[in-house]
DNA sequence: GTGACTTTCTCCAAGTCGTGAATTAAGTAG
DNA sequence: CTACTTAATTCACGACTTGGAGAAAGTCAC
């Protein structure tokens, strides 16, 4: 609450944010681009592009033809500037990943896990720092940040709460800062998978968006004004944990009703042996693909199906009446499957459930990155710190993202 | 889009505007409060401050007593600087109110409608503000603004939506302002009302908030970041018709299962009469007063309120997972009623909705503000964007609030 | 009263920053 | 090679905050 005031010093970080974040977001600009985009003078852009450059996270790449006049200079962020690296806490693996500053992967390690343990978590997140790190010969020094990705609710003081995996406000960030000196920023993987989206898959363009992912569980990053929604203490987004069937199914989460408890992956295979269905397939994945071929010509399947899509409106609807979204991205492996072939439905269904003003406004679309999205997601926290800061180097060691 | 960059002119105009709504929200500060409070300097402190009190909008209020060395020199905002208008839309009437910079009430006028029919809404709008004026003998150059709160979605061009009132995108805003040179913000009504709760309510204090009115209809007023958040187009917060019941109740939205469809008034009254209950009274507020008292003798009318406060329950604790509030404030008459009675069965039961680390974090309480808080809500709108100015003087006329 | 002391507030000389106008740089067209 | 066009830089200027010095306005002991 102490930084409130504005000095001539905000001033120029700000500036210098709004350049750099332009020149990484929108691929390389010239400097007359970024003047008339952010409405800075055609001095001011040079003068702050001139010391970025000096500083080595800006560098120019080539010039536009010209008709007729001096040629512009297109600027890009400076891949090898520095490094970030993502770590994707599952709950069956442990992937950690280094990135350049065009989140280019330069290396990756896997750690398989059974029950994540947070000690075990800790020290395979810490050696597939270090392995990382060592295969890809950048300096450490060089490494801008870890972002962490995990599951559950991960509060201001990258604190993990995760009920249903027994971790009781784990404090995971402590945990890691003890092990390196890089700066950690913890967030949700829903959030982080929703970071990517935004930054790179379909959710590009957009300022108020919902990237909601049903798998085996059901999560949504929400994303407003152009960043994370976190709530006062970082837990927003628990979408799948909203009753839409009041008394309705238990859930794991204690309560009864709740979105997960019918569009969640392992609900929507129980509903199916519940209506008398049959599988064949062993993987869960396998199995929610079988039902949905099944829909074909098995009318129990196509029941299945239909409620799945019925159900899953009604979340969709929810919070389009709620958040009035300008775009709503669906994945998830299980949204992935049944959105590939259900997608016109869906977005039909939301129609019925959602008031006309806002439904009107939204668009329904698919994710476009896959799983592994996750540590990507992660890996752009500290990329979103240093386009927050200018470009200015972090002191702090441990945050929530 | 245009408004990215940051000059050194901004810079003040922020310094101004916190310094100015430090004074206007807590009260008599002195010039040394408001420089540790805002980090700024003393020497800026003072300049700034002098500034506004050579344009009026600041005044000097006495001193405090000393021990021992110069006294401060309190500082408050200048009550008759200039004044605002607040109009409220309602079903059954318009209300206009005229308020000094404190937020006192100078004059007030009533129309009653009975179909509110855009025209005349306007019509009633217009005269009841030349008769506020007239009457409280202000200056109508002193008028900073109109703020109007109306039913329905109203989208940051300030056209109103109403489906129920057959209001098809009625462009409140630019009506008014063809026959006013004031300028005019519109918004929803429960928008207002959260906005006059979190000013002078029971939202004192915080920054992340709903507030939750259950009447006939029933909406909530989400507050982010200590501002009200609107979504993409400005619809947000339409939390009575998200789906708690997949398939139930049918709404006057077209809908079915909606909250408003459970624990609005109506709704409640319905369900009563559908369970066997019989009503004496003819009013509804008087029929669900009736509800209520009955539920300590009748187990007909004590099961209807139990489900009440469940699906109410059901209502909270998604907006406590989806958002991650500080506080909830109930309001609305029936919320009111309901909750004057039953807050802490309320509570618990959203304990038993909600996940545990969200939940932990909420309080959940009542409104301190009546109904006619609603116009004083939206005069809070032209105040809101003062402060936010830094005391700048507004040169357009029509916008969304 | 008076002098010593304390605290608040204001004035002034830096130092920082964005801007607009003028200037330089670097092309194309003929 | 000249005329023209467009991009980028330089520079004087005004607006801003700041820290320190000093003025203002009290209290307190005597």
Redesign the pocket.
């Known amino acids: 609450m102490e930084y409130r005031?504005?000095?001539?010093?905000d001033?120029?970080r700000s500036?210098r944010s709004v350049i750099l974040t332009d020149i990484y977001r929108d691929g390389p600009l010239?400097?007359?681009e970024l003047s008339t985009r952010t409405?800075?003078?055609?001095?001011?852009?040079?003068?702050?592009?001139?010391e970025m450059i000096a500083e080595g996270i800006v560098e120019e790449a080539g010039?536009v033809?010209?008709?007729?006049?001096?040629?512009?200079?297109l600027l890009r962020v400076a891949r090898e500037f520095r490094y970030v690296v993502g770590a994707e806490v599952g709950e069956t693996r442990v992937r950690v990943e280094l990135f350049d500053l065009a989140m280019n992967v330069l290396a990756t390690v896997d750690y398989p896990v059974d029950a994540p343990e947070p000690d075990v978590v800790v020290k395979h997140v810490l050696e597939g720092l270090t392995s990382v790190i060592g295969t890809s010969g950048v300096r450490a020094s060089d490494v801008l940040g870890l972002g962490v990705a995990v599951f559950g609710i991960v509060d201001s003081a990258a604190v993990v709460h995760a009920q249903t995996l027994g971790w009781d406000a784990v404090p995971l960030g402590q945990m890691l800062a003890e092990g390196t000196d890089i700066p950690i920023l913890v967030d949700n993987g829903a959030n982080t998978l929703g970071q990517a989206e935004m930054w790179f898959g379909a959710g590009r363009g957009a300022t108020d968006a919902v990237v909601a992912l049903v798998g085996s569980g059901v999560g949504a990053a929400l994303v407003t004004g152009g960043s994370s929604y976190r709530g006062t203490r970082s837990s927003a987004g628990e979408w799948g944990h909203t009753t839409i069937m009041y008394g309705g199914r238990g859930c794991r989460c204690g309560a009864e009703g709740c979105l997960e408890a019918y569009v969640g992956a392992e609900d929507v295979l129980d509903r199916y042996r519940q209506a008398g269905g049959v599988l064949t397939a062993v993987d869960e994945e396998a199995a929610f693909a079988e039902v949905l071929a099944a829909a074909e010509s098995s009318e129990i399947a196509a029941g299945v199906v239909d409620d799945t899509i019925g159900y899953l409106a009604a979340g969709f609807a929810n919070l389009v009446n709620l958040v009035n979204p300008e775009r709503i991205v669906l994945g998830g492996w299980a949204g992935l499957l049944l959105g590939e072939h259900h997608l016109p439905r869906l977005r039909e269904a939301v129609g019925r459930h959602a008031l006309r003003q806002p439904y009107s406004q939204v668009s329904i679309v698919l994710c476009e990155l896959g799983r592994d999205a996750v540590a990507l997601g992660a890996a752009t926290l500290p990329v979103l710190r240093l386009l927050r800061d200018g470009g200015a180097l972090p002191p702090p060691k441990v945050a929530a993202g």
């Not at 005031?5 to 010093?9: G, H, M, N």
């Not at 033809?65 to 200079?73: T, W």
């Open positions: 005031r504005t000095t001539v010093r001033m120029r500036n010239s400097r007359h409405s800075l003078s055609a001095a001011s852009v040079s003068n702050l592009v001139t010039s033809e010209s008709e007729g006049g001096r040629p512009r200079v």
